[in-house]
Structures are given as structure tokens and as C-alpha cells.
């Protein structure tokens, strides 16, 4: 039986729970732990072939209704399950669908990525965007957290989630496992403010940080129509280093080119453009780089900086596999972190002075099993065989450094924005952080910014979205 931590009031588990104001969607859990968990199974008894349900928190603020699930297996969030979420939005459990002793009225199956909305005698679909939703992680896991907003609302304008009591269960469809088990849960919603999210800033703490924009462009960046937002989004930025993904189309030279106009004064005085990688990387940069890899999709730019014969900065520009190409990814995961095991190996393929600073930065493309984001972060390469031990990749052999960039209007990291599935973090910055200090970085999105922060940077609030289905990551690098 779950073990529930609630007062029971009837036949239906109430609570009502103190707001967490700073909960961040981000994949890491740690916010957690402050929040005594609503249902904690420690006793698990799981079904062959189904999914145990083990723990269950909620908190809410007055932007966004917050979830935690815990469950004995790593799953694919949005895939290959069918554990659905029901809620009584009315608080009524005579009306709606019987199930775990509430009437719902609402449902969404999380594998399935979408739901329904009882409206009288009318059922509506639901899809994530209809109910605000945000989630994480997008790898393979065992524990997830996702977000509903309050100001969510379906086709045709019904809000789907009112800001009063509610109930809910969750259910396992496949093993019929359910949360809790014994009738349903009733929150009371607490809608405390959230605290304030940091001033909206684009600039560098310091003038002498070496920014980074990474941009998977997504084949728009010759689209005519788009051009105009290119140009506002990177004056705005104006970074020292433009690093793109799947910018097909033109040469490096033609790219520098047309984009030249909306970028700062080079540091140098001079523009050096580079192209490699399957997956059309290509690197616009104030310094030379002594030597352009390619590592299947990705590539890595050895980046010469003034006053020095060697190397200074190691840039690998990643551009994974997308999708379901669980096996290709993992290779090229291998194939990268072989290539760092080379940089720092003397006597290696490339004489990279020690302690100098390596960075992975680009579209990851981390949406399956979650061994290739341990690989790029710890160095647990799988095909041992073919490229080497596994290493830990930072110089003084701890793992790399996840700096999880967070959105400056909402409490999320999320990098990807499109249909079919949830928000996601697929791009990301891995880095050798014994050696390398990061100033200011963010995930770069124009849409829910103030008006103010609008007319202060010469941005429209389509001018991201015109420019991604993947936002731009902005990092400052303090280089010694």
C-alpha cells in the first residue's frame, strides 16, 4: 500500500501545501526536496511489464500548478508509456469520469501527448500546448517534474484548468497501478506569488568576456522574410563567437557575409568562418582556428587566440543525431569524447596545452536513452572497444560541467519549441569547469518579454520564433 502523508477528510486525501515560488522545470530535482511528497511507496510492487508508481509531489504558485513522479524504471516521458493523469477540475466527484474515486473531467497520457476535456456532453482533445505544459527531463528517466499553467486554455477559448480545489489520481493504463491508491487526492491550491525571475539584461558582466551564440538556425537563415529578425536578435546579443547548427545552405564565407552586418567589431579585427560536420556546423569567429574536426554531425574548432602559438579554447560544436537514432547518437557521443580523451592525451593526434578550456555547446539532441548525456558529461563512453576507455573528461578528472542556461521570463530551461511533442532541453553546455569561469548565460526567447525590454533592444516579440524551433543559448566565457 503507498504510504500517504495527507489528513484523510471523507473518502478523499486533502492537502493543501505551501507554495515553492522558486520550483524551476530543469530536469534536476534537487528543489525538491524541500516539499514533503504527497505519496511515497515504499514498498514498491511492480507489475511484469507495467510501471510502479512510487512518488508523487505537488506545489503550485500563481502561474504554474507543479509535479513530481517518481517510478521503478527509466522510462521515455513522452513515449513507450501510458501513465495518465486525471483531474476533477469542479471538485465534484459525481460529475465527470469515475475513476479512483473522483469524477474527472480532464485527462492527459503523457506517453501519448495528448488528452481530453469533458465539456457537458461534448469531449474536446487536448494537446500539451492546451495546458500550458512544460516537463523534464527529455531523456530516459525515472524521475520527472512538469508544470501546468493556470491560464491554459483548450480550443475555443475553455480554460482548462481553474484556480480553486481540484482532484486528481494518476494511473499507470498499462499494469493499472494508480496514485494514490485508496480514493482520490484533493489540493487546495495555495496561489502565492512567484518570486520575481532576474532583471531581464543582455549584456556582459564584464566587457572582456568572450561570448557565445549558440544557434541551431534550422535551415531559416537565408529566408528573405527573416532576415529583419536575424539581424535584431543578433545586434541584441552581439556575440564575439556565432556557432550555428543545420545551416545548410551557403558556403561559410557566404554565411559571414550576409550575417557580418548584425554582428559586433571583431575582437581581432578580423572574421575567420568555418564550416564542417555532417549536420552543417559552422563557426563565424574573431580568431583562427588551427584545426577544424569533424565528429560525424558535430565538429570541434581549436580556436587560436591572440599571443599564443597554441590552441586557447577547444569549441566542439555539437549537432547530434535527432530523434530516434538512439544507436547513432550514442556513437557519436563516443567519438567525441574519444576526441577529448585525444586533446588531452600527450603526444595525441593535436598538441592541446593543459588546462585549456574545453566547451560543448549545440543542439545535443537529447531525447532517448539517457546513457549519451552520461557520456558527454562523465565520460562513460559505451563502445569501450572502438574508442577507448571510459574517462572522466574534465582536466582534473571529474566530469564536465552541465550549466543548464535558464529563460529570463520563466522558471525553465527548456531549448526546443514545436509540435507534436513538449517543450525540451536539447541543446546544451558541457564544460571543463576546473579551468574555465562562465559569466552570464541564458536561453534566448523574445516572446513574453516586457515591452520595455522590447523597445530597449530593437526586438519585436516575434523576432525568436521567427529565427528557431531551437532558441538561442548566449554564454560569456572568462578566459584568462
Given at each position: ?149 493556470w491560464g491554459a ?7 482548462t484548468l481553474p ?59 537565408f529566408h528573405p ?256
Amino acid at each position: 500500500m503507498k504510504s500517504v502523508h495527507l489528513l484523510l477528510l471523507l473518502f478523499c486525501q486533502s492537502v493543501s501545501l505551501m507554495a515553492q515560488s522558486e520550483l524551476a522545470i530543469d530536469g534536476r530535482f534537487e528543489d525538491w526536496a524541500a516539499i514533503p511528497l504527497i505519496v511515497d511507496d515504499s514498498k514498491p510492487e511492480a507489475v511484469q511489464g507495467a510501471i510502479d508508481l512510487l512518488q508523487l509531489g505537488i506545489a503550485d504558485n500563481d502561474e504554474y500548478l507543479h509535479f513530481y513522479l517518481k517510478v521503478d524504471q527509466e522510462i521515455l516521458w513522452q513515449g513507450e508509456n501510458r501513465i495518465t493523469i486525471y483531474l476533477d477540475t469542479d471538485d465534484d466527484p459525481s460529475t465527470g469520469e469515475e475513476i479512483g474515486g473522483i469524477g474527472a473531467d480532464l485527462s492527459f497520457t503523457f506517453g501519448e501527448r495528448r488528452g481530453q476535456l469533458l465539456e457537458g456532453k461534448d469531449t474536446l482533445a487536448l494537446e500539451f500546448q492546451h495546458l500550458g505544459l512544460v516537463g523534464a527531463p527529455s531523456t530516459t528517466s525515472a524521475h520527472f517534474e512538469w508544470a501546468f499553467s493556470w491560464g491554459a486554455k483548450a480550443e475555443g477559448g475553455q480554460m482548462t484548468l481553474p484556480k480553486k480545489p481540484f482532484r486528481l489520481v494518476i494511473v499507470d493504463e498499462v499494469g493499472g497501478d494508480m496514485l494514490p491508491d485508496e480514493d482520490g487526492l484533493r489540493y487546495i491550491p495555495t496561489l502565492k506569488s512567484r518570486s520575481p525571475l532576474p532583471e531581464v539584461t543582455f549584456e556582459r558582466q564584464d566587457s572582456n568576456h568572450l561570448r557565445l551564440l549558440s544557434h541551431n538556425v534550422n535551415r531559416r537563415h537565408f529566408h528573405p522574410e527573416k532576415k529583419d529578425a536575424f539581424t535584431r536578435v543578433y545586434q541584441a546579443l552581439s556575440p564575439d563567437l556565432l556557432l550555428l547548427q543545420e545551416a545548410y545552405k551557403g558556403s561559410a564565407d557566404e554565411i559571414l557575409e550576409y550575417f557580418q552586418p548584425a554582428l559586433p567589431p571583431s575582437r581581432s579585427g578580423n572574421w575567420y568562418a568555418y564550416r564542417s560536420g555532417a549536420e552543417a556546423t559552422v563557426l563565424l569567429s574573431p580568431y583562427p582556428a588551427k584545426a577544424v574536426v569533424p565528429l560525424g554531425n558535430s565538429a570541434a574548432y581549436l580556436l587560436q587566440l591572440p599571443g599564443h602559438k597554441e590552441p586557447q579554447l577547444a569549441l566542439i560544436a555539437l549537432s547530434m543525431p535527432c530523434c530516434r537514432q538512439d544507436s547513432a547518437r550514442q556513437a557519436e557521443a563516443d567519438q567525441i569524447l574519444a576526441f577529448i580523451r585525444d586533446l588531452q592525451t600527450p603526444g595525441g593526434t593535436f598538441n592541446l596545452p593543459k588546462g585549456t578550456p574545453i566547451m560543448l555547446a549545440g543542439d545535443a539532441n537529447l531525447v532517448g536513452l539517457k546513457r549519451q548525456y552520461h557520456t558527454l558529461l562523465e565520460g562513460s563512453i559505451q563502445d569501450e572497444t572502438t574508442y577507448g576507455k571510459a574517462f572522466s573528461p574534465d582536466w582534473d578528472s571529474t566530469p564536465l560541467k552541465d550549466l543548464h542556461p535558464p529563460h529570463f521570463q520563466r522558471p525553465h530551461t527548456y531549448t526546443w519549441r514545436g509540435n507534436g511533442f513538449f517543450p525540451g532541453r536539447l541543446d546544451y553546455v558541457f564544460y571543463t569547469d576546473s579551468v574555465l569561469k562562465i559569466g552570464h548565460h541564458f536561453v534566448f526567447d523574445t516572446v513574453g518579454l516586457p515591452k520595455a525590454t522590447l523597445e530597449k533592444y530593437n526586438l519585436q516579440e516575434m523576432d525568436a520564433p521567427n529565427t528557431y524551433k531551437h532558441m538561442p543559448l548566449v554564454v560569456d566565457m572568462v578566459l584568462e
